[in-house]
């Protein structure tokens, strides 16, 4: 590399990881794990640039083309277009949310969440299963494909399993598919407030992500106000 090329890449890589990040979630499609997972620029040059990403011992390089290929003098203009597109295309705004922010039926959800778990946790099996003999009896074939005795206990055990299961599964999925995204849209940058959002969202369901859309959409209304 020249050493106008050598201070480019020295640049974004020092100042602007992030919109190399964008680069690779909008324009190479990468999921947001790996788009944002310490991007590094490895060579810059008219025709091309090639971004390297991923965890350190499974770095992988993406090259993206110039088209047309870069002149001189145009890598900031053309460098910052690409940031403002892909920020567009990704749905990321100005507004910024650093800190956690939870509405009234997140609360609500935390807590029926806690006491329908804890409520799982120490019912007794059998009892469960006399409670919901509908569901005993729908896991009772299952219990007799797994060589196990369809009685209560056994039941009721299955009926647990199935159900915390379930509820923190979904909680799993919704995590990767509405909470991440809605992280990096409202440029949620802190490590703590980030983690925050994830453990309260697998402990109390959907309600913790819809609060951080609504804190998000507050900021944006906030900003559109200033301006």
Same mark, same amino acid.
């Given at each position: 590399?020249?050493?106008?090329?050598?201070?480019?890449?020295?640049?974004?890589?020092?100042?602007?990881?992030?919109?190399?990040?964008?680069?690779?979630?909008?324009?190479?499609?990468? %999921?947001?794990? *790996?788009?944002?997972?310490?991007?590094?620029?490895?060579?810059?040059?008219?025709?091309?640039?090639? #971004?390297?990403?991923?965890?350190?011992?499974?770095?992988?390089?993406?090259?993206?083309?110039?088209?047309?290929?870069?002149?001189?003098?145009?890598?900031?203009?053309?460098?910052?277009?690409?940031?403002?597109?892909?920020?567009?295309?990704?749905?990321?705004?100005?507004?910024?949310?650093?800190?956690?922010? *939870?509405?009234?039926?997140?609360?609500?959800?935390?807590?029926?969440?806690?006491?329908?778990?804890?409520?799982?946790?120490?019912?007794? %099996?059998?009892?469960?299963?006399?409670?919901?003999? =509908?569901?005993?009896?729908?896991?009772?074939?299952?219990?007799?494909?797994? !060589?196990?005795?369809?009685?209560?206990?056994?039941?009721?055990?299955? #009926? !647990?399993?199935?159900? *915390?299961?379930?509820?923190?599964?979904?909680?799993? #999925?919704?995590?990767?598919?509405?909470?991440?995204?809605?992280? #990096?849209?409202?440029?949620?940058? !802190? %490590?703590?407030?980030? =983690?925050?959002?994830?453990?309260?969202?697998?402990?109390?369901?959907?309600?913790?992500?819809?609060? *951080?859309?609504?804190?998000?959409?507050?900021?944006?209304? !906030?900003?559109?106000?200033?301006?």
């Amino acid at each position: 590399m020249d050493a106008a090329a050598s201070r480019i890449v020295s640049h974004m890589n020092g100042e602007h990881e992030e919109s190399l990040g964008h680069y690779l979630a909008y324009f190479a499609r990468l %999921p947001s794990s *790996l788009a944002y997972a310490h991007p590094q620029i490895t060579s810059f040059s008219s025709p091309a640039m090639k #971004i390297a990403y991923g965890p350190e011992k499974k770095r992988r390089e993406w090259t993206y083309e110039f088209d047309p290929p870069m002149h001189a003098g145009e890598a900031r203009k053309r460098l910052e277009q690409m940031h403002q597109d892909a920020k567009v295309k990704l749905g990321i705004t100005d507004a910024v949310v650093d800190r956690v922010v *939870l509405s009234g039926p997140a609360y609500v959800g935390l807590v029926g969440m806690f006491a329908l778990t804890y409520t799982l946790v120490t019912v007794s %099996p059998a009892r469960l299963a006399g409670f919901l003999p =509908w569901q005993g009896q729908l896991f009772a074939p299952l219990l007799s494909a797994a !060589k196990l005795p369809a009685t209560k206990v056994y039941q009721g055990r299955a #009926i !647990k399993t199935f159900w *915390l299961a379930f509820v923190y599964g979904a909680h799993v #999925i919704e995590v990767r598919a509405c909470l991440e995204p809605l992280l #990096i849209a409202y440029n949620v940058k !802190k %490590p703590a407030v980030r =983690w925050a959002y994830r453990v309260l969202l697998f402990l109390g369901g959907f309600t913790v992500w819809t609060s *951080l859309r609504d804190a998000g959409k507050a900021e944006e209304a !906030k900003l559109s106000k200033s301006h």
